[in-house]
């Protein structure tokens, strides 16, 4: 049975540019500007939100490399954080003719839509976040669970075994807050016992990290570290309030809290080099681009892949409802943060 969406603005928003698209009028969306060659199999595009630099700059890395490559990629759709925005763009793109399409889905629980593409045969490949159930192509994403690790490992180094720690934790019920959140307790709980960690629900919103933060330095002004699990989420809120505590100390003075994060944005870049935090965890934005692009292109044209490594230094693992591809993801301090190779300092 086919799912029809809640109508939401957004959603008529698809209905107009789906007729729009098919009497040829402008209709002002956000046109990807490829070859425009019809005899290349159509992909669909759907940005998962426009709210933090990672994604702004994944957006941006897909516009260049949809233009370069020239892949006939339908005009891009952003669902907003929004699984009935996302359905409604699905829907769009499937009554467009798309072959294949590339999403984020923020909610993973969206079996239902998988399901009925597979049906149609129209393929999926799923940046940065596994579907939970539902068939997908290939999921392009970095092995989460190394995020926390590191940051693990990183943080109980710098404070020596012992200290007090707060994690933002992105939410639980996604593949991606569970994977980072697991490995980090699993971790710290192996490596560094004597370290007291409070874990913070965040639900990927800076503005609830920062009020939970205030309430935990409150109650232990003697906080040593901070994990925060998405930079560009976590970021400026975690400044801005350690500079209004005057908590904000840079590397090697006395009183400096560590803080490690992940994304690999270039203000976290900036960050590092100015020493207001230690490390982050590059989650790489412009590979995510440029595989989802292949990998949509691939499935469109009916190739196969295995599991195992591949040629561009990552490994593909075998899922119960398809393949990931595990890029690489560097951990980033002060002595590698000009490297680059690092897409944040790449990024316009």
């Known amino acids: 049975m086919q799912i029809t969406p809640r109508r939401t603005p957004h959603a008529a928003a698809a209905v107009l540019a789906l007729a729009a698209f098919a009497t040829g009028c402008g209709n002002g969306s956000d046109t990807a500007t490829g070859s425009g060659d019809d005899k290349k199999p159509a992909i669909g595009i759907d940005l998962p939100r426009s709210d933090t630099e990672f994604w702004d700059s994944y957006a941006q890395y897909l516009r260049n490399d949809i233009g370069s490559n020239d892949v006939n990629a339908l005009s891009l759709n952003n669902s907003q954080y929004d699984a009935a925005n996302l359905e409604a763009d699905v829907q769009a793109f499937e009554n467009l003719g798309a072959k294949a399409i590339v999403m984020a889905p923020q909610d993973t629980a969206i079996a239902p839509t998988l399901n009925r593409l597979a049906a149609k045969k129209i393929p999926v490949v799923s940046v940065d ?23 693990c490992e990183y943080l109980g180094k710098q404070l020596g075994g012992t200290g007090k720690v707060a994690e933002f934790q992105g939410a639980l ?91 690999g944005i270039p203000q976290e870049l900036a960050a590092i080099r100015k020493g207001d935090i230690d490390a982050t965890v590059s989650q790489p934005a412009d590979l995510y681009a440029k595989y989802a692009l292949f990998y949509a292109e691939a499935a469109a044209a009916g190739k196969t892949f295995k599991p195992g490594a591949t040629d561009h230094h990552s490994t593909i693992i075998k899922l119960p409802n398809g393949l990931e591809d595990q890029l690489p993801a560097p951990l980033v301090t002060k002595a590698n943060v000009d490297d680059k190779a690092l897409w944040g300092n790449n990024v316009g």
């Open 129 to 151: 976040t596994r579907p939970d159930k539902g068939d997908v192509y290939m999921v392009v994403r970095a092995d989460n669970r190394a995020y926390g690790i590191k940051a």
């Open 173 to 263: 019920d996604s593949i991606n807050g569970r994977d980072r959140s697991e490995a980090f307790a699993e971790c710290m709980k192996t490596k560094f016992p004597k370290v007291r960690i409070f874990e913070l629900a965040t639900e990927w919103k800076g503005d609830v990290a920062s009020t939970k933060l205030k309430k935990v330095l409150a109650e232990n002004p003697d906080l040593d570290g901070i994990y925060m699990q998405a930079g560009g989420v976590f970021l400026q809120p975690t400044l801005t309030l350690l500079r209004e505590k005057g908590l904000l100390k840079p590397v090697g003075k006395d009183g400096h809290i560590t803080i490690v994060s992940n994304d």
